[in-house]
């Protein structure tokens, strides 16, 4: 039996969309559900107070700050190499087998997972270069994580900004470097900034990496040297070790909304970029 | 001269992604491969018993963990996100995807910990309630990660579709074709090696995720007998472990390490080609 094509395509439309809206469904329960749990238990005193009896009660202060350090080091580190490896790549690479080659490392640096990171920031930096469980090691770890959101996201931008921009400095005399300087990156710049708050965001939602590197100290962190304990990793420990439900649920409601919020920002940048660039 | 300077520094950045790469390399390889070749290739990736206590390291239950849990989400991950992106590119209202876009992949940046306590509470109990078994298990892990996978994939095949000319369409359409025989037709043949990469991509995700695992798997050390079993990956075993593990110990995890590592590069590189053939 054959099916009449146009019977045939309302059947598959109304299947496709309702393959769509049960995904879409299921991605918001996730967020719903913790939302719910979650913020009944969020108030001033959770956001601000330090964690007691190992985190069943108090709040959540230091691992606020240890997560604002961790992310702090992360972006001092991967923005400068982000932004210069995707100036190089645009405004001063030849094609060729080198710019192929670093475009495969890339590439594979963004496939690579959390836990492989967490191996690796452990053996170079918590014990060859003797830093020890700090925020110094989970930033550099987590620096490296992001660096290619922010290359990929930033070379898309600076491709972004017309050629004509360019010429126009160069004809009224200034040399390469000044160009980009002054009329390259400042036109590129809000949509760079969406590559750098995604990578905020990526940092911010971290466990495997972050673990391995930073800790799990409850203290507050004195120092970059100092170890620490993220929200995410937090919630972690919460969760597995059955500490207490009704902390886990709060502390991943403040992690769910706080990278919504990161991310919604990103989202505002870029949208300001393509229109200003329109 | 100071352009010749400020040339040379940019073209150094350039390579820190790379040499990143080749330090973690060389890191997880100097750590792992000492182990590997103790033990022998062999008896290090067939090997059925895992004993740290007694130094006798066979990983292979880890291998046939990932590879039923990445297979299970990919089963389930890639009806719904090739629907969900063929709906989003071809049917839906244009206003429609132009939100629902960016919110498939806002939801990309939920941590993975997140998704392994939403499973562990809603998803193992109602395994453990209608199916049987207990619940941390290979299915729970695999639908946990089909979810995670979704954004990747719906967003990156999204691209592909769209790609496609839109003279390709019409031809199609002007032949008498419907919509829905156009996109099977004309469509998702062009966008082909786009949307493989796309699960290349979301293949990737899913063997490298730990967190989300550890949580719902059950993480027992056997072959799992069924997909109600429950199972240990290869990166639950590394995370698992490596807060107590020393020694030779330690260097087991390196080496379980190494062995992700080599299954990701090959991974990403299928990734690669695919998507640097269709440039």
Redesign the interface.
Known sequence: MRIE??A??RI??V???G??A???A??FF??G??LKNGLPHVNLAFLIGTPERMGKEGGILPMIVGTFYLVLVAVAIAT??GV??A???HE??KEGWLVR??R??????A??????????G???FVI?LGFGWSILSGGLTLA?MI??TI?RTSEEAIKAVPGAYRQVSKSLGA???QTIQRVVLPNAFPGILTGIILGI??S?????CV??TAGSSLQMPASVFAPTRSM?VH??IL??EGISMEK?FAT?AV??LL??A???SA?YFMHRFIARLR | M??RI??R???F????????????AF??F??GVPLIVKVGVGRFLFGLKWAPASSVFGVFSFLVGSFFVTAGALVIAV???L??A???AE??PKALSRV?K???E??A??????????G?I?LTPLIREYLGGPGLSVLAAAIILS?MV??TI?SISYDAISAVPHSYREGSLALG?????TVTGVVLRAARSGIIASLI?GM?RA?????AV??VAGNAIKLPGSILDPTRTL?SN??LE?AYATGQHRQA??AT?VL??VI??I???A??LLIKKDE
């Open positions: 094509p146009r045939e395509q598959m439309r299947a496709l969309a393959l769509a049960l995904t879409i299921v991605l996730i967020i559900f913790i400068p190499l210069g490896s100036i190089f790549l001063y690479a080659v670093v495969f490392g890339i590439d594979c640096l496939g690579i997972p959390s836990i492989i990171f967490g191996l690796f452990f053996v170079l060859t490296f660096l290619p290359i040399g390469k470097w965001g990526r911010v939602g971290e466990t495997a673990i391995f995410a919630f972690y969760a597995r886990a991943a992690l769910i990278i919504l990161i991310n919604l989202y | 100071r352009e400020i040339e520094a940019l073209f950045t350039a390579l820190s992604a790379t040499f990143v790469l080749f330090l973690i890191f997880i100097q750590q009806p719904f996100g629907g969900c063929i709906f989003l049917f839906s629902l960016p919110v498939i806002l939801l940046g939920i941590p993975s910990v997140v998704y392994g306590f939403v562990v809603v979810i979704l954004p719906i074709a419907t919509r829905w025989q991509l990737g063997v490298g995720e730990t967190m550890i949580m990166t590394i995370a490596m995890l390196f390490g992700l590592f990701i590069m991974i990403n590189s990734a690669y």
